[in-house]
């Protein structure tokens, strides 16, 4: 495929149909861009190349997807639109019929995810957040070793909590847990076809390279976070003196334990608790939470 590029995989497509805007779709044509995608992994030293299995998030046109072959990687692709599956099966038919490209219909929130080292892919906007938590919460995600996803510029932020205190909050918090955020190159609108309202900006997720506590419950760390930025410009200890919604549904937790655990929890907590949420760390949340987990009821 050497006589294609980005530019003619997306007219191709739209030559065929249009932009469905109800699916977010903005085809990303600039080269530099989908050069930065690959160099990102290749920056935390989980480069692609022949023994790489690579997911791309609906692959549409067919552009990122040309870039990513061109490492040598096999290539799986979640396509959830009828027309892009079949633009796909048309133009990279040797690399389909080698085993190098292998396609999945379906939406990428519900199908069943295949075995893969790395995921890279330009997602639609509105699936963002729900793709990050199927991501943390994937059976196999043990063996990603680099997540390159290319975002809304404002989502990338929260994420990486690299915008000062008003990015940090539920989604960068529960996402440290398990992965290590570096925000890459931007990406400006008129790199899409059509171009979006917004800026959009690369990032790279690896995994978390220092060891969590054995015994940190996540189900409650996530909760603790969420019920605490509710309200975020008001104290930690103020949050914490209310009961969180659904604080039953986490095993062994009920009101009064809640109640009992925060009483005891704030006399003796090294923890600012007396500061906005957003300007505790990642490890005060984590400590936060296992200091509350570790009270027993008499």
């Excluded at 069943?112 to 793709?131: F, G």
Aim: with cysteine; aromatic share 4%.
């Amino acid at each position: 495929m050497d006589d294609v590029d980005a530019r003619l995989l997306i007219d191709l497509l739209l030559d065929r149909r249009r932009v469905d805007r109800d699916l977010g779709q903005h085809y990303l044509h600039d080269e530099t861009a989908l050069y930065s995608a690959i160099e990102m992994c290749a920056e935390v030293n989980q480069p692609l190349g022949p023994d790489s299995r690579v997911l791309e998030i609906g692959p549409g046109p067919g552009s990122l997807t040309l870039h990513l072959l061109s490492t040598g990687a096999t290539v799986i692709g979640i396509e959830i639109e009828e027309e892009a599956i079949n633009h796909l099966n048309r133009n990279f038919t040797q690399e389909i019929e080698s085993g190098r490209l292998e396609l999945i219909e379906g939406d990428a929130l519900n199908v069943k995810w295949p075995d893969v080292t790395h995921i890279v892919a330009n997602i639609p906007y509105q699936i963002s957040s729900p793709l990050i938590d199927r991501i943390r919460n994937q059976p196999g995600a043990s063996s990603v070793t680099c997540v390159v996803l290319l975002l809304q510029q404002e989502f990338a932020h929260r994420l990486g909590m690299h915008g000062g205190p008003d990015s940090v909050g539920p989604l960068g918090l529960n996402t440290a847990l398990d992965w290590e955020v570096n925000l890459g190159p931007v990406v400006p609108p008129h790199c899409f076809v059509p171009s979006p309202r917004v800026h959009s900006q690369l990032a790279c997720l690896v995994p978390r390279k220092e060891a969590l506590p054995a015994n940190l419950n996540h189900r409650l760390h996530r909760l603790i976070v969420k019920h605490v930025f509710a309200q975020r410009r008001r104290k930690v200890r103020s949050m914490l003196r209310s009961n969180p919604k659904r604080i039953s549904r986490i095993p062994g937790w009920y009101r009064e334990r809640w109640s009992n655990a925060i009483d005891s929890v704030l006399e003796t907590t090294e923890i600012d608790v007396d500061s906005r949420p957003d300007l505790l760390s990642p490890e005060d949340w984590i400590h936060l939470t296992m200091e509350i987990e570790a009270f027993e009821p008499d």
